[in-house]
């Protein structure tokens, strides 16, 4: 049998996948804490200033910034916790570098990702996870120590790259081997532990005000790892795509076997028809695969906008929280909040009304609330707890958005070339993200200029996903011509 129907013999979603999906993603939250870690140890603190401070014999103006952009002598801080901008005097003509922090993490990702993804495509899921997981987390405990502001944004952007490519290969590895129909529900229910580990992060940043121990904490937890290595078996469906059938078999059966099935069952893969199909034992794929035809070559870049504008649209709301007014750690942890119940949401849509209508509705609704964002900060008087309220629901729509882009994007890329086509994915994420702090900062000058933007890019690509095959209940193609078809299958539909 196929690899999917092996599942359908020793349990789609049986205790052992549940076991290691658990644990896995359990593991992943230090990783997670490093994406949004910037929210509060680059935060911009308050400061007064005397009325005769000056700066180099230069009188201050209002903002106690001097017309050189230097802050002003005796200019005290008055924020009930430190950061870089604390520091290392990172405020006015400096402010700029805190934002830029950000970016250069996620650049590190950028990098990272479609690497690592790459080198697990080719060497193995778990090996490349290993390396990278407890990178991100001791290079994260390092840039805890960093005595220059140089130093540690290099330290983060390394960060940014370990920690971008475990996070990836870590959903790969949690739900390739799980069947079709559950593999909606375990891709959504993943995200979950994502927004508990960003509600957790701000109520860690909240106990633990200083940025050095904040960002030594949120690197300890990656210890937990240690405890899980002996658990964690490298992917049978990337070891049958590699011709090495006797691996994954036996990875199978021992699956079979604490799924509570009969020890003398044997689990038998269709050895003639995966290597026909696949040709993996000699061949490698890259990202030029992706393009080598007019049908990938549009999912691709389709995949490419939805994962920009999520991307974009997530972080630029989350890091905007400082902006909504009211207290940062409270905003900060309902926002986590807030994405659960888009998560069990998700998984309601995405049974029902399949991926492809799934992330429309969500991109749309998206793009919908920024707007009213945007229409309700263009009043001079206006109720704060609707513009938090409207905020909110766009944290909610984006993030359940972002659930269904991961699952599409899995079940969209072959095997062969999954982790590969899910790293340009990324890439063009990242891209999304290392531009959004720019465009928050933009709400210095316009309030409502951020949120225009944020609902312009969810509308287009929540426009351009509807050209996509529809996944729900198919199985996992394995090889590019099994992508092929999938798309022939939607374009003969006559599905536009």
Known sequence: MDFDGALGQIGEFGWYQRKIFVLISLAAVPCYYQMLLLVFVAATPKWTCPEDSKANSIPCKDNCCTPRGVICDRASFTTNFTSIATEWNLVCGEAYKNELAQSIFMAGTLIGAPLMGSLADKH???KIWVISYFLSGGLAFLSGLSPSYGVFVALRFVVGMFAGGAGLINFVLCTES??????GFAGTMLQIFFALGVASLGLLAYLVPDWRNLTIATSVPT????????????SPRWLASQGRYEEAEAILQRMASQNGLSATKQVSLRRTKMSSKTGASSRSYGILDLF???NTTLITLIMIISWFANSHVYYGLSLNVKNLGGNMYVNFILAGLVEIPSYVLTVF???????RKSLFYFMMGAAG????CMKLQQQESHNPMWLSVAAMFGKFCISASFGVVYVYAAELFPTVIRNVGMGVATVASRFGGILCPFVVLMGEQSRSLPMFIFACISLVAGLAGLKLPETKGRPMP????????L???HSKSGIR
């Open 349 to 355: 849509l995405l049974n029902w009304s399949g991926r």
């Open 369 to 372: 609330s920024c707007y009213m």
């Open 487 to 489: 798309q022939h299958d």
């Open 478 to 485: 394995e090889t590019m011509e099994d992508l092929e078809r």
């Open 178 to 183: 799980i069947g079709p129909s559950y593999r």
């Open 223 to 234: 210890i937990f790892g240690f405890f899980i290595l002996n658990q964690v078996t490298e």
């Open 124 to 126: 193995g899921r778990r």
């Open 292 to 294: 080598t035809n007019r």
